[in-house]
Structures are given as structure tokens and as C-alpha cells.
């Protein structure tokens, strides 16, 4: 039932910034986490950033003052903003929506190519 879209993904140059957005479609269970993962070839999926119903968020060491994680029910919109951005960013970032109440299960988006070079 629930889709997720994200947008915003493409080239940025090193030190530059990005904003990536996910739309949610379908009812969202009232315990829940929106997220972001990325994953760079030849190396496992990672959590980037993740926020849950109440505001509670988390961040992966290597993106923590650089990377926000946001959310605007409203529009039904999880966003990441990155600034200071690193050729080591360089990833297909994915969208995920974890429901944890009524069960659990995770859905993922496509993914949105993000690029960091000059």
C-alpha cells in the first residue's frame, strides 16, 4: 500500500550541498521510521539518517553535522538536506519507511543517484 518516491538526487561538487525529498503514499502506521540508506559500489547498505512518529533521530558517525533529517507530515515528506559534501558520498541513496505498529515490515524506494566530484 505505501510508496515511496525520492527526488532530488544528482551531481554535486565536493563542499556543495543537496537536498533529497521522499514522498509517502499510503497509510502510515502510527509507530513508524522514516529513513535514508545509501549504498557505493562494492560495499554494504548503510544507514545514513533516520527519524521516527515522535522526532527521535540517529545518524551514521560519518554524516553527523553535515546531514539533517527531516520530516513535514503535511505534505507527507521525509527530507535529507546534505551540505558539505565528500566524493565519499558518492551513493545510490534509498528511501525507507519502516512500520512498527500492526507488524513490521520496511518498505524502500528506487533510490536517487547521488554524485560528488568537480
Known amino acids: 500500500q505505501v510508496r515511496l518516491v525520492e527526488s532530488g538526487g544528482g551531481l554535486a561538487q565536493p563542499g556543495g550541498s543537496l537536498r533529497l525529498s521522499c514522498v509517502h503514499s499510503?497509510?502510515?502506521?502510527?509507530?513508524?521510521?522514516m529513513g535514508w540508506y545509501r549504498q557505493a559500489p562494492g560495499k554494504q547498505r548503510e544507514l545514513v539518517a533516520q527519524?521516527?512518529?515522535?522526532?527521535?533521530?540517529r545518524y551514521a558517525d560519518s554524516v553527523k553535522g553535515r546531514f539533517t533529517i527531516s520530516r513535514d507530515n503535511a505534505k507527507f515528506t521525509v527530507y535529507l538536506q546534505m551540505n558539505s559534501l565528500q566524493p565519499e558520498d558518492t551513493a545510490v541513496y534509498y528511501c525507507?519507511?519502516?512500520?512498527?505498529?500492526?507488524?513490521?515490515?520496511?518498505?524502500w524506494g528506487q533510490g536517487t543517484q547521488v554524485t560528488v566530484s568537480s
Open positions: 525507507s519507511y519502516e512500520q512498527r505498529s500492526g507488524g513490521y515490515y520496511q518498505y
Open positions: 527519524m521516527t512518529e515522535s522526532a527521535f533521530t
Open positions: 499510503g497509510k502510515i502506521s502510527s509507530l513508524n521510521t
